[in-house]
């Protein structure tokens, strides 16, 4: 069991170095002992599981992790009864293999079960509420019900601006996010002020020529082609290139 723990702490070494593959094959002899050594149906097989699954997801083997995930959420269920924040966390990343397989309706299932977890547990105006509620907004949205994304969106952005403050870098993702709800509802003015409030927040945490800003630089094009602004269009699109250039050079796609 000990070797198995220090396996543990080693893949999450490896994790945070990026090396996916090693960190999935050590976490696959820790899986071993820890069912051996506890049993198959223990938390520590669960927790092993997650990370696992996590691991798997990396290495864009989305069914594993997947299968991994649901393991582990069986477990903990079991363990620690429906309406635990531990299965709230195993619920959030078995959305993200739902999402990974295009598996929206199922995504949105296990977001909402996690969603209602955590605003009993936290309260409905906590930052872990926002990032499942942003998640479950884009799954919403990948199953074309934008006006339900727009309205998840909307409360996650409420929730991170009295948290962070209005110009933090997750406010920024979450303005992108909405701002493209916006545009599929046909409201492309709310987009553009959506994506120029991102654009500035981002300006100021990378500086005006980082190639994270291309994105949103792009999405900004689009709702100033729906908008007709041809000059504005021109003019985005000139900054878009040069950054674009910077970073991958004049030859890349």
């Known amino acids: 069991a000990d070797v198995a723990l220090t396996l543990t702490n080693l893949g999450n070494a490896y994790y945070s170095l990026g090396d996916y593959a090693k960190q999935r094959d050590i976490l696959e002899r820790a899986l071993a002992i820890d069912e051996r050594e506890h049993g198959k149906d223990s938390t520590r097989v669960a927790d092993t599981l997650t990370n696992l699954g996590i691991a798997y997801g990396k290495l864009d083997d989305q069914a594993k992790k997947r299968d991994m995930l649901e393991r582990a959420l069986a477990i903990k269920v079991w363990a620690y009864g429906h309406d635990h924040v531990n299965v709230a966390q195993t619920l959030m990343n078995l959305g993200n293999a739902y999402m990974g397989l295009g598996d929206y309706a199922k995504q949105r299932d296990v977001l909402e079960r996690a969603l209602a977890i955590q605003e009993?547990?936290?309260?409905?105006?906590?930052?872990?509420?926002?990032?499942?509620?942003?998640?479950?907004?884009?799954?919403?949205?990948?199953?074309?019900?934008q006006a339900k994304k727009r309205d998840m969106l909307e409360?996650?952005?409420?929730?991170?601006?009295?948290?962070?403050?209005?110009?933090?870098?997750?406010?920024?993702?979450?303005?992108?996010?909405?701002?493209?709800?916006?545009?599929?509802?046909?409201?492309?003015?709310?987009?553009?002020?959506?994506?120029?409030?991102?654009?500035?927040?981002?300006?100021?945490a990378y500086g005006r020529d980082h190639v994270e800003l291309a994105s949103t630089l792009w999405n900004l094009y689009e709702a100033n082609r729906a908008l007709g602004d041809t000059a504005k269009q021109r003019e985005i699109l000139e900054r878009a290139l040069a950054i674009n250039e910077h970073a991958y050079g004049p030859d890349h796609s």
């Open 120 to 145: 009993r547990a936290y309260g409905r105006d906590h930052t872990s509420v926002a990032t499942t509620l942003t998640n479950l907004g884009n799954a919403y949205g990948d199953l074309g019900d």
């Open 155 to 204: 409360r996650a952005l409420a929730i991170q601006e009295r948290a962070y403050g209005r110009d933090h870098a997750q406010v920024a993702i979450t303005l992108n996010n909405l701002g493209l709800a916006y545009g599929e509802l046909g409201d492309h003015a709310k987009e553009r002020e959506m994506l120029e409030r991102a654009l500035a927040i981002g300006e100021r």
